[in-house]
Antibody
Framework: QVQLQESGPGLVKPSETLSLTCTVS????????WSWIRQPPGKGLEWIGY???????NYNPSLKSRVTISVDTSKNQFSLKLSSVTAADTAVYYC??????????????????WGKGTTVTVSS | QSVLTQPPSVSAAPGQKVTISCSGS????????VSWYQQLPGTAPKLLIY???KRPSGIPDRFSGSKSGTSATLGITGLQTGDEADYYC???????????FGGGTKLTVL
């Protein structure tokens, strides 16, 4: 059974870079898409972006200038970097295995396995 | 402001049925598949419905999904107190070229 675990600092200073890693266990990172999603306190879900195991990426336009998602297949891990953080980036960050494709011009995108999430607070 | 619109809250008594709506546009719900997620208090979201109406293994058939035009609906029958959670719809937006979510609906089982 595939499991995902987020890891990284729980506290980041304003203007610095948030760095998180998601470790995939119980299965291979290959042949799947992998997403990062965040949830500010008391608010809804916000999609950050995805990476395919081969390295192709796509990001939320509102975060694109600050986000980098990368993958390390040898470690079965993928990572998130978010630069120039502010208090607005305080959130629970989730990683998720993703099924993404298109059939007859209809896209399907869903996250079937989620990590438990990690809280990141941006504060000096 | 979410791209997809959900009611902030719904409520119903145990054993009853409830529906949660998710409204979008032709660039998202109208021409792509919808998924639904359940988020119990203090936990990560969990996939409930994918590709409009399919249930992952282990999801009881009390949960159902449907789509018509630019709207989707999550139905829950035989409500239990354990169903109290936030529910989110999500889909791909072909114009924006990224994933969009609804703002979430809080279900209260009275």
């Amino acid at each position: 059974q595939v499991q995902l675990q987020e890891s990284g600092p729980g506290l980041v200073k304003p203007s610095e870079t948030l760095s998180l890693t998601c470790t995939v266990s119980g299965g291979s990172i290959s042949s799947y898409y992998w997403s990062w999603i965040r949830q500010p306190p008391g608010k809804g879900l916000e999609w950050i972006g995805y990476i395919y195991y081969s390295g192709s990426t796509n990001y939320n336009p509102s975060l694109k200038s600050r986000v980098t998602i990368s993958v390390d297949t040898s470690k079965n891990q993928f990572s998130l970097k978010l630069s120039s953080v502010t208090a607005a980036d305080t959130a629970v960050y989730y990683c998720a295995r993703t099924i993404f494709g298109v059939v007859n011009y209809y896209y399907y995108y869903y996250m079937d396995v989620w990590g438990k999430g990690t809280t990141v607070t941006v504060s000096s | 402001q979410s791209v997809l619109t959900q009611p902030p809250s719904v409520s119903a008594a145990p054993g009853q049925k409830v529906t949660i709506s998710c409204s979008g546009s032709s660039s998202n719900i109208g021409n792509n598949y919808v998924s639904w997620y359940q988020q119990l208090p203090g936990t990560a979201p969990k996939l409930l419905i994918y590709e409009n109406n399919k249930r992952p293994s282990g999801i009881p058939d009390r949960f159902s999904g449907s789509k018509s035009g630019t709207s989707a609906t999550l139905g829950i029958t035989g409500l239990q107190t354990g169903d109290e959670a936030d529910y989110y719809c999500g889909t791909w937006d072909s114009s924006l070229f990224y994933v969009v979510f609804g703002g979430g609906t809080k279900l209260t089982v009275l």
